[in-house]
T-cell receptor, first 110, second 114 residues
Framework: QKEVEQNSGPLSVPEGAIASLNCTYS??????FFWYRQYSGKSPELIMS????GDKEDGRFTAQLNKASQYVSLLIRDSQPSDSATYLC??????????FGTGTRLTIIP | DTGVSQDPRHKITKRGQNVTFRCDPI?????LYWYRQTLGQGPEFLTY????????KSRLLSDRFSAERPKGSFSTLEIQRTEQGDSAMYLC????????????FGQGTRLTVV
């Protein structure tokens, strides 16, 4: 059973601090990894993709991938109240089926 | 720029009725996915199409569920004889290419079975 696991939270972070979200996956051959943000009652919105080991930065967001440890993370710098949402980690298994974790609920405290 | 479009946005139906949802993917995208999401859970894979071919169906997709993508463009998801357990958000996503590419979601269709 191929799985994507996330800590469901909730994770509370003060405004202006760094929020760190983690995800592990079960398939060693997976090559493509994504982070989606989902506001309550809305559909998921793609915010980051990462395909190779290391860090990828986009504005206040940094995705980190470690394939040897089967671990992907998302860092949000200078957290804002508008970052309060559920963050979904998604992994392609066999390059065919995009599989999601259950999501981590993040709350930014003003 | 037109993204993925789903219709209707909301559907309330009585138990036992049939419902059909439509998804229009981003125009150049040849891969189309259907997911179901319930409160507090991540999206659960239902099925996907590469052009008009349905390549995989989840075990979640019982015989009451059927999906089509007749001309490789829009797709429909039909649920027959709805049950209260079918109440969920039904999400459609599309991506370009043969796989492992960025997928973009529509607004979703929220189904309530009463």
């Amino acid at each position: 059973q191929k799985e994507v696991e996330q800590n469901s939270g909730p994770l509370s972070v003060p405004e202006g601090a760094i929020a760190s979200l983690n995800c592990t996956y079960s398939d060693r051959v997976s090559q493509s990894f994504f982070w989606y943000r989902q506001y309550s009652g809305k559909s998921p919105e793609l915010i980051m993709s990462i395909y190779s080991n290391g860090d990828k930065e986009d504005g206040r967001f940094t995705a980190q991938l470690n394939k040897a440890s089967q671990y992907v993370s998302l860092l949000i710098r200078d957290s804002q109240p508008s970052d309060s949402a559920t963050y979904l980690c998604a992994v392609y298994f066999g390059n065919e089926k995009l599989t999601f974790g259950t999501g981590t609920r993040l709350t930014i405290i003003p | 720029d037109t993204g993925v479009s789903q219709d209707p946005r909301h559907k309330i139906t009585k138990r036992g009725q049939n419902v059909t949802f439509r998804c229009d993917p981003i125009s150049e995208h040849n891969r189309l996915y259907w997911y179901r999401q319930t409160l507090g859970q991540g999206p659960e894979f239902l099925t996907y199409f590469q052009n008009e071919a349905q390549l995989e169906k989840s075990r979640l997709l019982s015989d009451r569920f059927s999906a089509e993508r007749p001309k490789g463009s829009f797709s429909t998801l039909e649920i027959q004889r709805t049950e209260q357990g079918d109440s969920a958000m039904y999400l459609c996503a599309s991506s370009q290419g043969g796989g492992a590419r960025e997928a973009f979601f529509g607004q979703g269709t929220r189904l309530t079975v009463v």
